[in-house]
């Protein structure tokens, strides 16, 4: 299994589940996470190790390799030749430039967001084409690539209508970032390379990814990050780091937008799953990958409660909503595929907010430290 994005939030907890289960795992990442996010002046609340040390972590308490390859997947060489070097069994495709508030910082990191994603995943679909077309591609897409539409949200295609003829067409995207965008523009140039080439991909539709330990996340040693400033930080999680310091949580404008979210470890455990039931050559699919759709007010809710169970001393305040976005909307998505293939969560969303919370608590310092970064300052309007 190729990993594209190794050291990141879902990539490195990723990279342990799979060599758990018995599987050769290569990772790749260029390190940009680490580096755009001291860019923003923040850092990961939990304290991570370098990529050695957590290799060397993994080894000695599970008994595991990794292998690990430092490339970017903007240079194609370097994606051919690892990929004509394996020839993986599948590739999981999470080396993308994640935040919508850092692509709408100005031009340089828009265009650095639609360079780093768009190019990346055409060079791994060209090295696929080439030298490895068996392999099955998994892309990290987002349910962000839906919008809010006012119609039920399938998973990916849908029968329609028109003017007395049918047809099954992609959903319409209606994105609201330049981020998303790139995801957009990512699921379409799959879809035409499985048409052409006959490859094959399953482009999965995440839902907000929170909380902090998978079942092999047992030490500090194995810490996968966790961002919480208004940059890479996502709501739930920021939430709670928000909670640790005292600080207001800060739901935007009045906390009605609701959006799909999942665990970590449901997340690593949809991924598996994903992969281990492979579509078939030239097929393209899309499974929207979430647990339970929420109000960002009714998340903002849940922590102060579990806040205040915890001796924290939680408020939320409400604050302009900095991005162009409806905050009144008709939010219900399809998900049916993945359990189909025996997705069952985990953890409730309580069990996991009382995990975060007593592992911030553990480094409210860090934390502390960086609060300036909370409060939003990218604006979509200006």
């Given at each position: 299994?190729?990993?594209?994005?190794?050291?990141?939030?879902?990539?490195?907890?990723?990279?342990?589940?799979?060599?758990?289960?018995?599987?050769?795992?290569?990772?790749?990442?260029?390190?940009s996470?680490?580096?755009?996010?001291?860019?923003?002046?923040?850092?990961?609340?939990?304290?991570?190790?370098?990529?050695?040390?957590?290799?060397?972590?993994?080894?000695?308490?599970?008994?595991?390799?990794?292998?690990?390859?430092?490339?970017?997947?903007?240079?194609?060489?370097?994606?051919?030749?690892?990929?004509?070097?394996?020839?993986?069994?599948?590739?999981?495709?999470?080396?993308?430039?994640?935040?919508?508030?850092?692509?709408?910082?100005?031009?340089?990191?828009?265009?650095?967001?639609?360079?780093?994603?768009?190019?990346?995943?055409?060079?791994?679909?060209?090295?696929?084409?080439?030298?490895?077309?068996?392999?099955?591609?998994?892309?990290?897409?987002?349910?962000g690539?839906?919008?809010?539409?006012?119609?039920?949200?399938?998973e990916?295609?849908?029968?329609?209508?028109?003017?007395?003829?049918?047809?099954?067409l992609?959903?319409?995207?209606?994105?609201?970032?330049?981020?998303?965008?790139?995801?957009?523009?990512?699921?379409?140039?799959?879809?035409?390379?499985?048409?052409?080439?006959?490859?094959?991909?399953?482009?999965?539709?995440?839902?907000?990814?929170?909380?902090?330990?998978?079942?092999?996340?047992?030490?500090?040693?194995?810490?996968?990050?966790?961002?919480?400033?208004?940059v890479?930080?996502?709501?739930?999680?920021?939430?709670?780091?928000?909670?640790?310091?005292?600080?207001?949580?800060?739901?935007?404008g009045?906390?009605?937008?609701?959006?799909?979210?999942?665990?970590?470890?449901?997340?690593?455990?949809?991924?598996?799953?994903?992969?281990?039931?492979?579509?078939?050559?030239?097929?393209?699919?899309?499974?929207?990958?979430?647990?339970?759709?929420?109000?960002?007010?009714?998340?903002?809710?849940?922590?102060?409660?579990?806040?205040?169970?915890?001796?924290?001393?939680?408020?939320?305040?409400?604050?302009?909503?900095?991005?162009?976005?409806?905050?009144?909307?008709?939010?219900?998505?399809?998900?049916?595929?993945?359990?189909?293939?025996?997705?069952?969560?985990?953890?409730?969303?309580?069990?996991?907010?009382?995990?975060?919370?007593?592992?911030?608590?553990?480094?409210?310092?860090?934390?502390?430290?960086?609060?300036?970064?909370?409060?939003?300052?990218?604006y979509?309007?200006?």
């Open positions: 299994m190729l990993i594209a994005g190794a050291d990141g939030y879902l990539g490195w907890a990723l990279s342990m589940a799979l060599a758990s289960r018995g599987y050769e795992v290569v990772g790749i990442d260029n390190l996470r680490r580096r755009n996010v001291e860019e923003i002046g923040s850092w990961s609340a939990l304290p991570i190790k370098t990529m050695l040390q957590r290799l060397s972590a993994f080894r000695n308490l599970y008994g595991k390799s990794i292998t690990f390859v430092e490339g970017d997947l903007t240079n194609y060489v370097t994606v051919r030749d690892l990929i004509a070097s394996y020839k993986p069994t599948a590739i999981v495709h999470l080396g993308e430039q994640p935040s919508a508030p850092y692509s709408m910082i100005d031009v340089n990191h828009c265009v650095y967001t639609h360079t780093n994603n768009v190019v990346g995943t055409l060079n791994i679909l060209y090295a696929m084409h080439e030298t490895s077309p068996d392999t099955h591609l998994v892309k990290l897409g987002t349910m690539e839906y919008g809010t539409p006012n119609l039920d949200i399938p990916g295609f849908f029968e329609i209508e028109y003017k007395g003829r049918k047809d099954r992609p959903f319409p995207r209606m994105a609201g970032s330049w981020y998303h965008w790139t995801k957009v523009h990512d699921s379409g140039n799959i879809m035409f390379a499985c048409k052409i080439w006959k490859l094959k991909s399953t482009d999965v539709m995440q839902g907000v990814v929170y909380g902090t330990r998978t079942d092999l996340i047992t030490s500090p040693e194995l810490f996968t990050r966790f961002d919480f400033d208004e890479f930080g996502t709501a739930i999680n920021r939430f709670c780091a928000q909670a640790v310091i005292d600080y207001p949580l800060l739901p935007y009045k906390g009605h937008q609701k959006r799909g979210f999942i665990a970590l470890r449901d997340s690593i455990q949809c991924l598996t799953i994903a992969l281990e039931n492979p579509p078939e050559k030239s097929e393209y699919r899309v499974f929207n990958q979430f647990d339970e759709v929420y109000s960002v007010g009714d998340l903002a809710e849940r922590v102060e409660r579990h806040g205040r169970e915890l001796g924290l001393s939680v408020k939320v305040d409400h604050i302009d909503d900095p991005r162009v976005e409806a905050e009144e909307h008709y939010y219900h998505p399809d998900s049916a595929n993945l359990r189909k293939l025996g997705f069952k969560p985990t953890h409730t969303l309580d069990d996991e907010l009382e995990i975060m919370l007593k592992d911030l608590m553990a480094h409210k310092e860090r934390i502390q430290a960086k609060r300036e970064r909370i409060m939003p300052k990218p979509w309007k200006r």
